[in-house]
């Protein structure tokens, strides 16, 4: 029996899990918000590699901190705004709609050249703000699948053409589990949740990259089987999917199986959907290797590139600014403790220096793209 079919048939309760989720000496700065500024060496070694770099923006730094918007414009190919088209931001009331945070990202994305990752569509986050609570608590299934439908139409068309790739579901398994995950979405609409988000997606922009997301399937080896089962079975259902975020929250403390990020990457990509790492972020802590951090980062580049997936986004732009050292965050989530603030985990460190991890992700990209030319001639 197909993974979706067995849910059709039976919904099992949330796995509990042992690892809570929770669900990132070469360049100055000094850049403004301006088009012209010269792209850094990240962004060159994306731009020569063909592969994506991003990272995750927040909307209210874009907006009041120039250092802040000129690192993202000089650093990065793509961006994924953090929170900014998350339903409980842009639909804070039934019928409701607040366009001006996403509206301002793409408008940013625009002028600097740089791509835009639509995140997230569908999210059921379990006791989280993934979907607002008037949603939560609209539990009528079709007045909840009419909201559901109604709320991709809108959000695809009105950014047609200018966002080419969607998380339309993000985080469909149980974050330990190997099932999908006991959401409103789930329990309101059933297992075909899935194929209704992403057919509507499509029919709102056939020209637009459909993707689902998900977390930890490099530590859950389980996970990673299920993952690939339901990409197998939506594909064989004929639903529109072009791609599999891999988030890719790494622990340093926990071992990586050899070869673990892209054996998940590989497998998906047999299943003829593209693959990328979505969300990296690497918490080293105030008092960790700076190199260990690097060669993480570095290691999960290369493993991506090897498996032949097209983009490596970081979840956040610098040090200063990571939802791991973030209050609300912390506060809602106590296996943050783990790690200790600040968590340092990304490229750029809080002044938008790059750090030994920016130069172990630029050196893998450039490493890449040498063989892969000198592989084509
Ligand atoms: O904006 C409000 C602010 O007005 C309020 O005063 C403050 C205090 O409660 O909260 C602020 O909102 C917080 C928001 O981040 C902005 O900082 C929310 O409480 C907090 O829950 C929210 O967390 C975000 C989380 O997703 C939940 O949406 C994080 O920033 C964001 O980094 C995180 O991102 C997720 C990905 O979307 C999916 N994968 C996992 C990843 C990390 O959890």
Same mark, same amino acid.
């Given at each position: 029996m197909s993974f979706l079919a067995r849910h059709r048939t039976s919904r099992l309760p949330v796995v509990a899990g042992t690892? @809570?989720?929770?669900a990132l000496s070469c360049c100055g700065t000094g850049d403004r $918000?301006?088009?012209?500024g010269r792209p850094g060496p990240l962004r060159e070694a994306a731009t020569a590699s063909g592969v994506r770099v991003g990272a995750a923006v927040d909307v209210h730094f874009l907006r009041s901190d120039e250092a802040y918007a000129a690192a993202v414009a000089r650093h990065f190919t793509s961006i994924t705004p953090e929170n900014a088209m998350k339903w409980s931001v842009l639909r804070? @009331?039934?019928?409701?709609?607040?366009?001006s945070d996403a509206d301002t990202i793409v408008a940013f994305a625009e002028r600097h050249e740089v791509e835009v990752r639509g995140h997230?569509?569908?999210?059921?986050?379990?006791?989280?703000?993934? *979907?607002p609570g008037w949603l939560r608590e609209t539990t009528d299934p079709d007045e909840f699948r009419t909201a559901v439908v109604e709320g991709i139409t809108a959000e695809v068309a009105r950014y047609r053409g200018r966002v /080419?790739?969607?998380?339309?579901?993000?985080?469909? *398994?149980a974050t330990t589990g190997t099932? *999908? /995950?006991?959401n409103p979405y789930l329990e309101r609409i059933g297992p075909d949740y899935l194929a209704v988000a992403l057919t509507t997606a499509r029919a709102a922009d056939a020209d637009a990259e459909l993707w689902i997301n998900e977390n930890l399937t490099e530590y859950l080896p389980a996970k990673a089987d299920a993952l690939v089962q339901l990409v197998r079975d939506l594909r064989a259902d004929g639903i529109p999917l072009d791609g599999v975020g891999l988030?890719?929250?790494?622990?340093?403390?926990v071992p990586l199986r050899p070869h673990a990020i892209e054996d998940v990457a590989r497998r998906l990509r047999e299943q003829h959907v593209k693959v990328a790492l979505t969300e990296v972020d690497v918490?080293?802590?105030?008092?960790?290797?700076p190199a260990a951090q690097a060669r993480l980062w570095a290691r999960a580049t290369e493993e991506c590139l090897d498996a032949g997936c097209e983009e490596i986004t970081g979840?956040?732009? /610098? $040090?200063?600014?990571t939802w791991l050292d973030d209050p609300a965050n912390r506060a809602g989530n106590? @296996?943050?403790?783990?790690?200790? @603030?600040?968590?340092?985990?990304?490229?750029? /460190?809080?002044?938008?220096h790059p750090k030994p991890t920016y130069k172990a992700v630029v050196e893998a990209l450039s490493t890449t793209s040498a063989a892969a030319s000198q592989q084509g001639g």
């Open positions: 690892i @809570a989720l929770v $918000d301006d088009p012209r804070p @009331a039934p019928g409701q709609w607040d366009w997230t569509l569908v999210w059921g986050q379990s006791g989280g703000n993934g *979907l /080419d790739r969607w998380d339309v579901v993000n985080e469909p *398994l099932e *999908l /995950d006991q988030q890719t929250h790494l622990f340093i403390d918490p080293g802590g105030p008092t960790r290797d979840w956040g732009v /610098d $040090d200063g600014h106590p @296996a943050l403790g783990a790690f200790p @603030a600040p968590t340092r985990p990304l490229l750029l /460190d809080p002044a938008y």
